[in-house]
């Protein structure tokens, strides 16, 4: 019999131990649950893993603790610029989006992408427009803010670097 | 970044990946998430993969598109290609993140060469994995 099975990351790096407490890390943990349950049980009922992923990965957009979705980081600029792609390896359809602002999931508008236009990836404006079309939900930045996130931007402002989410003790100038 | 890969009832395999990028980001630079076969990749019948990581390496690399390949132009299992990737090549080339991935016999890999990577993954009925540091 076929075996089911789902895995979720919610990102790598130098994470430090001594900045993670056992709350914390208990938070983390059980919201990697909570997304591993939302698509296990996608899985169980029969349904797709094309279905499992997406929903998994939405849950995970609408977790602020993740550098993705509502959790994004800020850019040089304030803002927030959200990448995202999706593949089926039934039909090797994928679909993608680069660059957007704004959109509530980023990848409920790469599978859009993927389902409903002839291309493969889609960056900045026109994949903002493509999502407006397909009556995707937008946000405003308010959405988007966290001060965790802000105090991050703050401090790369400050040393003028650019850097990964996780990554504490290392950056790229 | 957050990611997901799954085989379903029917053997059909899927990959999703998402990101809000790096902070502090100029240029509208984009990393590997959204391009792909090197952040997200789903093949038929070799394995689904997500990555995370400094992204300009994975897409230098070609890291998720690679994996599968090693599957099936060099016969190796998901295990030896995932390690060979994220903790041989992407090393070398000093490349930090890592990747999940799973193929059509459900076998789940949560392959990193960084300190740590925020992961969970299921099974059948199994419990729940989670872990955040290294075993």
């Known amino acids: ?173 | 970044t957050v990611g997901a890969v799954a085989v379903d009832v029917s053997g059909n395999l899927a990959a999703a990946t998402s990101t809000g990028g790096m902070t502090n980001k100029k240029y509208n630079r984009i990393g590997d998430s959204p391009i792909i076969g090197a952040g997200t990749y789903a093949a038929n019948h070799t394995c689904a993969v997500s990555c995370t990581g400094h992204g300009e390496y994975f897409m230098r690399a070609v890291v998720a598109y690679d994996v599968a390949c090693l599957m099936e132009y060099k016969g190796v299992n998901l295990q030896q290609a995932c390690d060979y990737v994220v903790k041989d090549k992407l090393v070398k080339q000093g490349g930090e993140g890592g990747l999940i991935a799973v193929d059509q016999a459900a076998n789940i890999i949560l392959s990193f060469n960084s300190e740590g990577m925020y992961r969970a993954s299921r099974l059948n009925n199994e419990s729940i994995y989670s872990r955040i540091y290294k075993d």
């Open chain 1, 1 to 173: 019999m076929q075996k089911i099975a789902i895995a979720v990351h919610g990102g790598a790096g130098t994470i430090l131990r001594s900045a993670m407490s056992p709350e914390k890390e208990r938070h983390y943990l059980n919201a990697l649950e909570s997304a591993v349950k939302v698509g296990h049980h996608i899985l169980a009922s029969g349904r797709t893993a094309l279905e499992a992923v997406i929903k998994t990965v939405q849950y995970l957009e609408d977790e602020p603790i993740f550098n993705a979705g509502k959790g994004s980081v800020f850019t040089h600029e304030g803002h927030h610029e959200m990448d995202a792609a999706v593949m089926c390896g039934q039909t090797l359809t994928a679909g993608a989006v680069a660059g957007v602002r704004q959109v509530r999931n980023p990848i409920l508008l790469a599978d859009e992408v993927r389902m409903q236009s002839e291309h493969v990836l889609l960056s900045g404006a026109g994949a903002e427009e493509f999502g407006r079309e397909r009556g995707l939900i937008f946000e405003p930045d308010s959405y988007f803010y966290d001060e965790y996130r802000y105090q991050q931007w703050l401090e790369a402002q400050r040393t003028d670097t650019v850097t990964l989410d996780h990554t504490e003790d290392r950056k790229f100038g």
